[in-house]
C-alpha cells in the first residue's frame, strides 16, 4: 500500500522566506512526527501529532517553525523567515494506533531544504 | 529531557564478522526502544525493536539487548554482510497511554534518537 509521502522532495529557497513542507501520513496511522536530519547527523526530533493536537512541541528548534494537522491526516511544517541553519533533511513519520503494536514510525523520503 | 548516547560513531567490520552498537539513555522511563537502519539516501526503516519489560529479542541475524538497571541497550549483528552497511540509529521513546483515551488511539510518545553508526561492512 501506500507509504508515507511528503512534498516537496527538494526546496531550494532564498534566506528570510517562508517554507512550508507537507506530510501525508500512511492512511489511518493516528501519530504523525516530524524530524530533522542535518548532513551526517542523527535525528532530531521536532515535534509529534496524536490526532490533530501535538501534546509535545520541545523539540521545535524557535518560534520560526510551526506545524499543524488537519483532519487527524495531512501535516504542515512551517518556517518562517528561513535561516542558512535551517538547512536540512525534512523527515515525517507516521504510526498507527494502539501501543500494543503500533509504535513503529513508517518515515516518508524527506524534503531536502537548502536555504541560499 | 531525555538524552541517548550512541557509540560508535563508526564502525567498520570484516564480512562475516559481528558488529555491536550501544546506546545510554538517561529517561527512567523510556519504555521502548527502537533500532532503524538507514542506507545511504534513503529512509530510515525499523529492523528490531525491544520494550523495557524483555531483556533480549532475536529476529535471524540481528538481536538486541537491554538492561534497564544500567539504562543501555545494544544491537548485535553477526555473520555481517556488505548489505548491512549503513547508518544505525537507536532510540529511547516513553510511552504514556493517555487515560482519558477511550479509544486505543495510540499514547503521548517522548522520542529521542541516538546520533547515528555509520556501519561499513569490508567484503
Redesign the interface.
Known sequence: GAGVSQSPSNKVTEKGKDVELRCDPISGH??L?W?RQSLG?????LI?F??NSA??K?GLPSDRFSAERTGGSVSTLTIQRTQQEDSAVY?CAS?????AG????Y????TRLTVT | ?ENVE?HPSTLSVQEGDSAVIKCTYSDSASN?F?W?KQELGK????II?IRSNVGEKKDQRIAVTLNKTAKHFSLHITETQPEDSAVY?C?A?R?Q??LWSR??????????????TKLQVIP
Open positions: 493516528t501519530a512526527y524530524y547527523q542523527g535525528l532530531e526530533f509529534y496524536q490526532g501534546p509535545d520541545s523527515l504510526s498507527p494506533p494502539g501501543l503500533g509504535v513503529e514510525q518515515f516518508g523520503p524527506g | 529531557g550512541q521502548y527502537p532503524y529512509r530510515p526503516q525499523l525493536d540509529f532510540a521513546i510511552l497511554a493517555q479509544s486505543n488511539s495510540g499514547g503521548y510518545q517522548k522520542v529521542t534518537f541516538g546520533i547515528g
